[in-house]
């Protein structure tokens, strides 16, 4: 009886959130992927420097642009979009949040699923874009027990074997440390049941993994396909709706490897773009849902109807 009473805390938990005696996330966004349902699910919202954003913004060019889309630099407020599809045979979910040990106000995807009617139990698979604390350390609930209790894991082979190598944490500036700490720890409690998969593979029937590098050593974006129609869940190759889009060269202070990283933003940009891909973003407004447009030698964010 001890899981039974476990999920029972957890949901009375997330329907007090509902009734309003705690933070409240984003409505569902939802669209169809030929005869599947492509869902974003709200882990919340949380606060960061925003040095997270832009790594310089201290450059008259800078300021200047900054001015012109009136993006406040004194900090940086980031949704947190997982994705879910649903096929109905499988629900595969992008990522797994934070959890609530991470930062105020996120660690809310348990509360999302309830307002969608979707039961923890239901979670046939949880695929990986990257092992960062907002994308992996809600694997485990409150009980210290998987928070999906039925899922499979899947991540790319190089992510796993940056974030499980020993040495990883002795190369972390001091400010990342836990990142390290805690990718470690997280990975290493479903090593048995965790798939690690290579580059441009088919994970999935219909997911294939594609490597946008950068954020991450094994940052891994995944286009989802059905027949003719495809969309793809970019994690965090693109994080934020005017910057990533108008000035894809410019470093963000997240990114482990900057330049890298900056070369796949053009390079991913440009395909979604010329392949007219619709897409999904962790940290963009709306869900993260939208599409790239060129906008003279650089590009810029539609968001999806609601």
């Not at 003279?296 to 968001?303: D, E, H, L, M, Q």
């Amino acid at each position: 009886m001890r899981n039974v009473n476990r999920r029972d805390l957890l949901k009375s938990a997330a329907a007090a959130l509902v009734a309003g005696a705690g933070p409240t996330w984003a409505q569902a966004s939802e669209i169809t992927l030929g005869k599947s349902q492509v869902i974003t699910l709200s882990d919340g919202e949380m606060e960061l420097p925003f040095n997270t954003a832009l790594a310089d913004a201290s450059s008259p060019e800078v300021l200047s642009f900054l001015q012109q889309y009136n993006i406040d630099s004194s900090v940086r407020r980031s949704p947190l979009n997982l994705t879910l599809l649903r096929d109905g045979e499988r629900n595969v979910l992008f990522d797994i949040g934070a959890g609530s040990n991470w930062l105020p106000g996120t660690g809310l995807l348990l509360d999302s699923m309830q307002a969608l009617g979707v039961e923890p139990e239901e979670i046939t698979h949880v695929v990986f874009t990257h092992a960062h604390p907002d994308h992996l350390w809600g694997l485990m609930d409150d009980f210290d027990e998987p928070l999906l209790p039925n899922a499979e894991y899947l991540i790319s082979a190089t992510e796993w074997d940056y974030w499980t190598n020993p040495k990883t944490v002795d190369e972390m500036p001091e400010d990342r440390m836990s990142f390290a700490v805690g990718a470690k720890r997280n990975l290493l409690s479903i090593e048995d049941s965790i798939t690690r998969f290579k580059d441009g593979e088919e994970i999935l029937s219909g997911v294939e993994a594609v490597a946008t590098h950068g954020h991450t050593p094994g940052h891994t974006a995944f286009e989802l396909r059905d027949g003719s129609e495809s969309i793809m869940v970019i994690g965090d190759a693109l994080t934020h709706e005017q910057i990533s889009f108008a000035k894809p060269g410019w470093q963000t202070g997240s990114d482990q490897d900057r330049a890298l990283a900056a070369t796949t933003r053009k390079k991913l940009l440009d395909r979604l773009q010329h392949q007219q891909t619709r897409m999904i973003a962790y940290h963009l407004p709306g869900g993260g849902m939208g599409s790239v447009e060129r906008d003279g030698n650089a590009f810029r964010f539609v968001p999806s109807a609601s």
